[in-house]
């Protein structure tokens, strides 16, 4: 008797180890198929191109470059640059909705620039790039950086951006609806300083794309350095609230080891899984990258993922012309929509045109 009871005791403790590396296995295989992004479809046109009523009647000669989109209600809503001008120079903040993502409709101009670039312009340019939901303010914030332009006669490159800016502007009309503005600047939220880090370089403080893990808020924001030429690297900031104060994390997580050398305006998007993604301007003909977090503090190495393809290609070949991912926005059938720009295939100017792609978890 006492045999059998061992035996059978045996037994059991083989068929709940059993079950749980069936368990494990199923569980690891699960988090192994959400970890590549593959296409799903693409526009073979450009959504907004130089052809669109809007870009025609605003004057916008250059295209878009920069900016979010978020939904909210059904409806999508973008806050992008408009190179009015001279492509990556002369820049304004519009704001433009769409019920679908692929017929959008401009709306207003949000921030305009102070025309004239040089070197004591600090906002000759205004680059938007983050856009969120202040719940303290019940108002709706948005994140745009001005630079500078270079000081020849301290050594700079004249026509390259300097000393960038986080600006903070607030929607004045207060709730969720009061995301088309108008705006109101808060006031500066982080710039060059004493707490500046040494791979920030020149350009720095370049994008700001804040995203909130729990209640803490955080924010990717860039560096690069003009002489000598440096890459694009990438740090964390944060703060116990969206208006601030903003703090650096401490070297040795910046920067992050994301990209070995390219890495802008990461979009950030929290996962119905709890994780994070995060999808940014990279480099490679037509792609984009993203990279995936669990914590919101430490991503994992880039992967790349093609937005155009086959006979379906109409952005220019090379690194800087496949521009901005705007947002990887999850969808109810688990897809997310991307919006993006991009420099079309054109004669004469230059054009940077807003695309959309489709991307899903591999099966």
């Known amino acids: 008797m006492r045999n059998l009871i061992m035996n059978n005791f045996i037994l059991a403790k083989k068929w709940v180890l059993y079950i749980c590396l069936n368990l494990i296995f199923i569980l690891v295989s699960s988090a192994n198929a959400q970890e590549t992004l593959v296409p799903v479809s693409e526009t073979p046109k450009p959504v907004v191109s130089f052809d669109h009523t809007d870009v025609i009647q605003s004057n916008n000669r250059s295209g878009f470059e920069t900016g979010q ?9 973008m806050f992008v640059n408009e190179m009015f001008e001279r492509s990556h120079r002369d820049l304004r ?13 401009r709306q207003s ?12 312009n600090p906002r000759s340019e205004v680059w938007v790039t983050g856009v969120e939901f202040n719940e303290e303010e019940n108002a709706w914030n948005i994140f745009y950086v001005a630079y500078r332009a270079g000081d020849k006669s301290k050594g700079e490159i004249a026509n390259f951006d300097y000393e960038g800016r986080i600006w903070r502007a607030k929607s004045v009309k207060p709730g969720v609806d009061g995301i088309a503005g108008p705006y109101a600047d808060m006031g500066i ?12 370089g020149q350009q720095a403080v370049a994008t700001f794309n804040p995203y909130k893990v729990g209640k803490q808020w955080y ?3 860039d560096g690069h350095n003009h002489k000598p030429k440096g890459g ?8 116990p609230q969206l208006s601030g104060p903003w703090e650096r994390l401490p070297v040795g997580i910046n920067p992050l080891p994301i ?9 950030v998007t ?14 490679g003909d037509q792609e984009i990258a993203y990279s995936i977090s669990m914590d919101g503090v430490h991503w994992s190495k880039e992967k790349r993922i093609k937005a155009q393809s086959n006979d379906q290609i109409w952005a220019k070949d090379g690194d800087h012309a496949m521009r901005t991912p705007l947002c990887a926005i999850e969808e109810e059938d688990g897809t997310f929509t991307v919006l993006y720009t991009a420099m079309m295939k054109k004669e004469g100017n230059n054009f940077y045109a807003i695309g959309k792609c489709v991307i899903a978890w591999e099966k």
């Open 232 to 239: 694009w690297p990438v740090g964390l900031a944060k703060a």
């Open 69 to 77: 989109v978020v939904k909210v209600n059904g409806v999508y809503h």
């Open 189 to 200: 939220v982080m710039e060059p300083d004493e707490h500046s880090q040494y791979w920030e």
């Open 270 to 283: 929290e996962l119905k899984d709890g994780r994070y993604l995060a999808v940014f301007d990279s480099f």
């Open 93 to 105: 903040i519009a704001y433009w909705t769409s019920t679908d993502t692929e017929a959008w409709q």
């Open 109 to 120: 101009t949000i921030v305009e620039s102070i025309p004239g670039r040089s070197a004591t």
């Open 219 to 221: 924010a990717f924001y």
């Open 259 to 267: 990209a070995l050398e390219f890495l802008e305006n990461a979009q």
